[in-house]
């Protein structure tokens, strides 16, 4: 295991992968060998993600011989098991740890629930004359409502006055929604958080390549 | 900090709940302060819930001045902030470490979904009138494939030879979806995994109390 023992497949505009990719670029790792798959052309069932990850999802990352896929696991595992390189992604102190923690999981559980699945998933899967419009405003305002609860928390950082996972976490959720056509600049201290970490090097290097290209035609979170 | 400053409110038959029991009983905490809600009279959002815990969700867990109320972030905090004492839930071995970050995640982000959201919270939550059949048989179907994964997997344990995190994330899983009426003798290694954990002290002292007082009547995942 090491630097040059690692390889990570990934996709380009998927949370999880951005996730383990700013992590990695924060540890100092991210130059390591990474193999680009096209989710349109299904290269997430590809037979090299299936025999490292039968899920069939990415990122798939490996370290020689240790393999690990939850985008969650991978930054918990780089930084439990790389401790002394680049960035501190769990502080040691015991309350920074706990709130790192705590507020990391808070972030995805409940910003992959209501901004990725229940809008943008929703939006994606379910025909236009399938969607039941109560809901989808509802799950729009239930969107905004966590918004609110994290532009409260922001400052330069998500917690604290450094780099955390909760950032590797939140940041890409941000993103997503600045990306589909939120105006977020009636969360000040949020919008202030996306302009600041925008410019930082392990987002720069990581992000997603096909945003770069233009920008999205369907705005389908204008509403929230 | 320390056993004697912690503080856990619960409530019984949650999933979370219980995780964050587990791993109290397996790190030697068993006997903390314990402050039990009912769900039914909305216990979660009462005061004393709501000041540490603004999402009025359980469990909302406490030490000393450490508040951690996601429950993978409860039983994350305590390995690490108590590593000498009791079980340690994620190995040291960064081999070992890595698949237990990598299950326990795995265990949670597929079980979650796939069984206590599409296939609990789906009948519970909608009129039996407006549920789609198809939907929810094709659920039930991917719920069985996801068990199928872990019956592949487990042994005495979850992972490896040890109690681990991935544990105190499967069983209550395994056991909700037992109460719940789904026969698991057609998954041997599953129901072995189960029958041998069910009596293991940590999981005893945190069984849920009104599990105790009587089988379920509407055994809504018997077809699972």
Known sequence: MGKGDMKLIWGSGSGPCWRAMIALEEKGFGD????????????HKGEDVMKKNPRGQVPTFSDG???VNESMAICLYLDAAYPNEGTK????????M???YQQAIEAHENLQMKIAIKCIYYQWRTKKEERNEETLNENLKAAREELEIWDKRVKQFAYGDKFTLVDAV???FVATVVRFGCDISSLPRLQAYYDNLKERQSIKNSWPPH???GELKDKILKDL
């Open 32 to 43: 390591i060998e990474k193999k680009f798959i096209s989710f349109s052309e299904k290269g």
């Open 65 to 67: 011989d240790i393999i």
């Open 89 to 96: 992604l769990i502080p040691t102190d015991a309350k920074d």
């Open 98 to 100: 706990a709130q790192v």
């Open 170 to 172: 939140l940041f890409p």
């Open 211 to 213: 945003w770069l290209e």
